[in-house]
């Protein structure tokens, strides 16, 4: 990590380092996500075909043999996946598994050892024992630009919401349970990225905006 200069240091406060230095931290393990189909050329009779984006959002690197962890909504219906690393390098990465209940899919990136261990996974906290009004960060990397960084506060938790999935053909219209609901604005594009704890720490996945 870059180290923030005295200068800097001496202009925020305690509190503004701490956030700056998290998102320092945490940006090289979140990820971009691409979401790529097949369409036809113009003209009726055309059979060329190109990839295009159907959408896209965020993850994050679960571990360096290149785990990539996201919403299941995000990689849904995917011909092609594309991951774009803090490094701007893309790489395809192919579905593993994922559960469209619980709108968690799991990747798997398709780059050189090399690249795979030099990922920084995300530090692991825990979801349980969380408080109302904890304070949380939500990051993502919403369009392969640049990260996003929003603060706010646990608001409630052990809520419920209609899982983005519902639509699905493979998923059984099921309501997501154990929800943090939090005030950190969710950007768009931001769904799979991750919602941090003051220490940098995982508890949970940024999934909607209700």
Known sequence: MVPLSPELDKELSAEE??????????TPSVVNIANLVSVRGQGYNSMDSMRVPQGTGSGFVWNNNGVIVTNYHVVRGAEEIKVALIDSSVW????IAGDPDKDVAVLKLLAPTEVTQALKPVTLGSS????????TYALGNPFGLDHSMSTGIISGLGRELASPNSGSFNARGTTLRGII??????????????LLDSKGRLIGINTAIA
Do not use: E, H, M, Y
């Open 17 to 26: 380092l701490a956030s700056v230095k998290l998102f320092r931290g945490a």
């Open 92 to 95: 395809s990465a192919k579905f």
């Open 128 to 135: 349980a024992g969380l408080q109302v009004g904890q304070k």
């Open 181 to 194: 609901q939090t005030d950190a604005a969710i950007n768009p594009g931001n769904s799979g990225g991750v």
